[in-house]
């Protein structure tokens, strides 16, 4: 089964949450992690990665926190996914790399081959703003939002 790490699944809660409050407010790490139970300290380095790959930007000062760098619309799971874990491989034998131990012999590269292609594809489909259509509300009792894409990747 496919599964997202929590660090991903708490950013993908983050822009959520965000996403709902509008394009242009900039919202704290810690009312961010108050309405969802994430430890504080373990989400602010997820907001500053995310960040730091240009899904956020930060305002500092009294009234700073972190906004959207893009308006929901414009931003897609996978590029969450991608920038607080990294490529998305479901194999080991496909990876930036190229060729494994057994890549002459493999007969099931290719088929697993198009099957990471069709969830990179369907994580590129979904886009913050339907995520935050998917969910019920900020601070529904920690509710995942990863748990949500993992259902719809079953």
């Given at each position: ?8 699944d708490?950013?993908l ?7 709902e409050?509008?394009?242009?407010v ?9 309405a ?16 730091k ?25 996978f590029e969450?996914?991608?920038?607080i ?10 990876t ?6 057994l890549?002459?012999?493999c ?6 081959r198009?099957?990471?292609d069709s969830?990179?594809a369907?994580?590129s489909?979904i ?17 995942a ?10």
């Amino acid at each position: 089964m496919l599964r997202l790490t929590k660090k991903a699944d708490y950013g993908l809660m983050a822009l959520k949450y965000l996403a709902e409050q509008g394009d242009a407010v900039a919202r704290s790490a810690k009312d961010i992690a108050e309405a969802y139970h994430i430890p504080p300290p373990l989400l602010a380095k997820i907001l500053q990665t995310l960040a730091k790959a240009g899904l956020l930007v930060s305002h500092a000062g009294t009234n700073g926190g972190y906004a959207l760098a893009r308006p929901a619309t414009e931003i897609s799971a996978f590029e969450v996914i991608r920038a607080i874990d990294g490529p998305l491989f479901i194999t080991s034998c496909i990876t930036i790399h190229g060729t494994c131990d057994l890549a002459g012999h493999c007969t099931i590269k290719e088929p697993l081959r198009k099957v990471n292609d069709s969830i990179k594809a369907l994580l590129s489909a979904i886009r913050l703003s339907d995520l935050a259509e998917m969910g019920e509300g900020a601070g529904d009792e920690g509710a995942a939002v990863g748990g949500g894409l993992v259902s719809i990747l079953s």
